[in-house]
Each structure stands twice: as structure tokens, then as C-alpha cells.
């Protein structure tokens, strides 16, 4: 029997180097692979999990599949680890949490991290499925050392479904209070199947107690919260979630799931009220967004990181083997009671020469390269004007950034594009409304996506495009209007 196992074992092996020789050739082959965003080597990557400081450095993990299209019996997925200390170049140390035979059959999903002296503490959600395919989740904690060195507890911390919940529970958040204790918040389905979430608190890390639901003003609000975040900011309690079964709304609400932020009062052990002061605000007004997960630095900035896909979507990488990448890391901060995001000032650092566009020119086309930054700042606006990015010379195929002047609205359109994404979810979105007659804009182009952030972090959209054309070009008709566009070489 042994010698059988052990024969398995090494075709597996065999058979697996194999595999990845051909995906890793595939893989090369992407006309798409970024530049400056997080991508997995081959395979899909989803969430961000594990974000957090450890003996000096950030790490970053996120969940990862390590082949598109891996035999249905077998489970690898897990996370991928990485590190860094600019947040935007990362060392790649492969395989961080894997699945395994005991509380995570069907995948280590996903969770965070919380560092103390000698140990960054793990917690994460086992998925595993029964004969039946039940789920049965667990909620696990592991430690990993100073040379990364990971250990998962023998026994999981929560085991299965709680009462008066389904099997839906997932995605422990973790974070220490002042006082030193330990919380976590996490995803749940109630059994009249709408979304909320739970708050467990440990004095130790090992014994939590279920404390209850955060209590919002969201009472039924969506089947499934996923992907809970909660943190302190400027004395606020914030907290963000990704809830599934909303539908779309006017122009909020077009992607298949959502993801958004409430801004409220801090919760703790004697109070779960977070007496939120705005309602349910979109995190991201693009097209691919979804499951962020934040952090705080040791210069005490929170970070936030988000996954720049969604759950059942396609993306044109698939066939060459690999799928999903991470957004920009963007730096977060209230202003009149909303969340501004800011991409981390550690960007400054790859801005190379910057060039101011000439109108005339851009009439006409400028070529670019696959990836840059372009800032545009207009004033006392009068007429409507478009910016088209990821466009080919003929500026018959291009993605259009457009501000309307009777609408003061400005608009993302991907429809334009020779390769199309997603359409059934609409071509269109809405990225801010109510604008005065000043805009600013800071645009980031990467080969294959887009984070555009509107008057200085107030609105985000963060959507992929994807295109054929080997040569891009700029195209802008702005019109009589007082505005200039400066190109910021990005040196990555
Ligand atoms: C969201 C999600 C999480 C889960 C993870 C599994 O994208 O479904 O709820 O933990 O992905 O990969």
C-alpha cells in the first residue's frame, strides 16, 4: 500500500512539473501581464488576505489556485505569500497557507493577520465539504515565525455552523483593541438568509467567544456579507464589507456583488452598535472590484488593498492560463464623514520624467506607453470633454473617460473596446456625480487596467481592459476648457 501511495505521489509530481512548464509558457505569452499590480505566477488569484506589519516588513497574501483548471478532487487552493516594504515591489515567497486534510479539504480561504513580537497570528476560514457536499467551515488559526515559517494549530478555534446561521461563514478579520484583547469580525448568512456579520472576541487568541451581530441600521441588506473589515480611523469605528444579492439601483450597484463602507462609532466587547453616521457608500466605482482587505502601518496610515476582479466573472487572461490581479494599495482617510482613498504615497518613488500633453496633439494622438500616470486638472469647467486611453491610431477602439457639463457627472466606458469584458454587467458605469466645475483626476494605466481617482481620492473606479493593440495612444478633446494633462512616467 505504501509503495503505492508513494508511486501516486511521484506521478503527481511528475505529472504536475509537466503542467507547469506548459502554464508558465502560456503565461509568457500574456499580451496582458501588468506592470506594477500584484498577479499571480499562473492560476487565480482572488482576495486579499493576511495584510499586515511583521518583524519589520508588510506582508501580503492573497488566495490563490495555482492552475486555472485544476482536477475537481483536488483542493490546492489556498494563499500565496508575498514581501515587501514600498507596498508596490514585493518578494515572492510562493505557497504561504495551503489546503489540507483536516480542516480544509476544499480550500484554505480566506483571513488576516495580526503580528505581535515574535509571531504573526493567522486566522483564517477551513472550507471543507462532507459526503453530501455540505459545507462545514471552521475557523482556524496558524502562527508564522520570523523565517516564515507557518504552523497551523492542531484544533480549529470555531467548528461548523452557528445557531440560527447557514453553512455561509466565513473570512475572520482580526484586530487588537487598546486594551491588548483580540477581535474578529466575520462574514455570516443568518437562517433567514440575509447577510451580517460576527464579532468574536479571544483575551488570548485561543477560547473565543461569539459576542453577536454588529449591530447596523442594515437589516436586510443582501443574502451574504463577505469579506468584513473593521478598523479605527480618526476615532471612527469603520466598517467594510462586500455584501452579495444586491441589484442595481439607478447607477449604483452593477457589478455582480458590491462592496461599500459604513462610517460609525467604534465597537468593542460592551458594544457592537457601530450607530453609523452615512449609509451604505460603494468603496469602488469601477467594474472590477471586490473583497479588500486594510491594514495599519507602523507610521499609523491605513492601507487598503482590493482584489480588481469578482467572483464569476471571465477575464480575456484565462486562456493564457492565469487570472485576477490586486489594485493599487491605496491609502485611506475621513473627510465630512466619507472615506477618501489615495494611492500610497511610496508611488512618488517610480515617478520618473512628467510631461505636459499638448491639446493640440492630443486632438490627434499621442502615443504612450503600456503603463503610466497621467494627472489632469481642470478649471472653472464650461463644455463636456472625453479622454480616451488604450486607444488604438486610428482612435477607433478605446476605453472613454467622459465628463458631462449639464450633467456634472463623469462616466468610465469600456463598450468601445475590441475585446470585450463582461458585457451582460453593462458597458458603463457612473464614477461621481454632483461636480463643481473643478476635477481633478489621477489616472493609473496599467497594461491591462485602470484606477481612477477623482478629486483627490473623494470617488475610485478600478476596472481591467483589456486590448490587441500593441501601440497605444491618447486622445482627448477637451474642449475650450481651462485644463491640463501631465504624463508621470512610471519606472517599475
Ligand atoms: C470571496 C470569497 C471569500 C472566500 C474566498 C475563497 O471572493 O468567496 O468569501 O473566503 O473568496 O477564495
Known amino acids: 500500500v505504501l509503495a503505492g501511495i508513494g508511486l501516486t505521489i511521484m506521478i503527481g509530481k511528475v505529472y504536475e512539473k509537466k503542467i507547469k512548464k506548459e502554464v508558465d509558457k502560456m503565461v509568457k505569452n500574456s499580451p496582458f501581464r501588468q506592470k506594477f499590480h500584484i498577479e499571480a505566477p499562473s492560476g487565480y488569484l482572488n482576495d486579499p488576505n493576511g495584510f499586515s506589519f511583521f518583524n519589520g516588513e508588510c506582508n501580503l497574501f492573497y488566495q490563490w489556485t495555482p492552475y486555472m483548471y485544476s482536477s475537481e478532487n483536488v483542493w490546492y ?64 488559526i496558524a502562527t508564522m515565525d520570523k523565517n516564515n515559517i507557518i504552523t497551523k494549530r492542531e484544533n480549529p478555534e470555531i467548528t461548523g455552523i452557528l445557531d440560527g446561521y447557514t453553512d455561509h461563514f466565513r473570512y475572520p478579520k ?20 440575509t447577510g451580517t456579520a460576527v464579532i468574536a472576541h479571544s483575551k488570548d487568541t485561543y477560547n473565543w467567544q461569539i459576542l453577536g451581530e454588529i449591530d447596523t441600521n442594515l437589516k436586510n441588506f443582501g443574502y451574504m456579507w463577505e469579506c468584513p473589515d473593521y478598523f479605527e480611523l480618526e476615532d471612527n469605528g469603520v466598517f467594510v464589507f462586500s ?22 462609532d467604534k465597537i468593542d466587547k460592551n458594544n457592537l452598535k457601530l450607530n453609523e453616521i452615512t449609509d451604505f457608500q460603494e468603496l469602488d466605482k469601477g467594474f472590477d472590484f471586490y473583497a479588500p482587505q486594510s491594514t495599519s502601518t507602523p507610521d499609523n496610515r491605513r492601507i487598503l488593498i482590493g482584489w480588481m476582479g469578482l467572483p464569476e466573472m471571465k477575464y ?65 469647467i464650461k463644455e463636456s470633454f472625453t479622454i480616451d486611453l488604450f486607444s488604438n491610431e486610428k482612435h477607433t477602439e478605446y476605453a472613454r473617460i467622459k465628463y458631462s457639463a449639464t450633467k456634472k457627472e463623469l462616466w468610465l466606458d469600456r463598450g468601445n473596446m475590441d475585446i470585450p469584458v463582461n458585457e451582460s454587467h453593462g458597458t ?65
Open 77 to 140: 487552493q489556498g494563499w500565496y505569500h508575498l514581501k515587501g516594504t514600498d507596498f508596490l515591489t514585493w518578494e515572492k515567497l510562493g505557497a504561504g497557507i495551503e489546503a489540507d486534510e483536516r480542516f480544509a479539504t476544499h480550500g484554505a480561504y480566506s483571513g488576516s493577520a495580526i503580528a505581535d513580537d515574535d509571531k504573526l497570528t493567522i486566522f483564517y476560514t477551513g472550507n471543507t465539504r462532507n459526503e453530501d457536499w455540505q459545507r462545514i467551515p471552521y475557523q482556524v
Open 243 to 264: 455584501p452579495q444579492g444586491l441589484y442595481p439601483q439607478g447607477n449604483d450597484y452593477h457589478n455582480i456583488y458590491q462592496t461599500g463602507y459604513l462610517i460609525g
Open 428 to 492: 458603463k458605469r457612473l464614477i461621481a456625480n454632483n461636480l463643481e466645475n473643478n476635477l481633478t483626476l489621477d489616472i493609473f494605466v496599467d497594461t491591462s487596467s485602470i484606477e481612477i481617482f477623482v478629486n483627490n481620492g473623494e470617488k475610485i473606479a478600478s476596472s481591467r481592459i483589456f486590448t490587441t493593440n500593441e501601440e497605444r495612444f491618447i486622445f482627448a478633446d477637451l474642449k475650450e476648457n481651462a485644463g491640463k494633462i501631465t504624463y508621470v512616467e512610471l519606472d517599475f
Open 316 to 380: 480575456p487572461t484565462e486562456k493564457y492560463g492565469y487570472c485576477g490581479c490586486l489594485t493599487l494599495p491605496r491609502e485611506l482617510t475621513i473627510k465630512n464623514g466619507k472615506l477618501y482613498q489615495n494611492p500610497v504615497k511610496e508611488i512618488d518613488k517610480y515617478r520618473k520624467n512628467k510631461i505636459i500633453l499638448n491639446k493640440e496633439e492630443l486632438k490627434t494622438g499621442i502615443s504612450a506607453e503600456n503603463s503610466y500616470e497621467l494627472q489632469a486638472k481642470f478649471e472653472n
Open 174 to 193: 482580526i484586530w487588537k483593541n487598546f486594551d491588548g484583547e483580540y477581535y474578529a469580525i466575520i462574514g455570516i448568512q443568518r437562517k433567514n438568509l
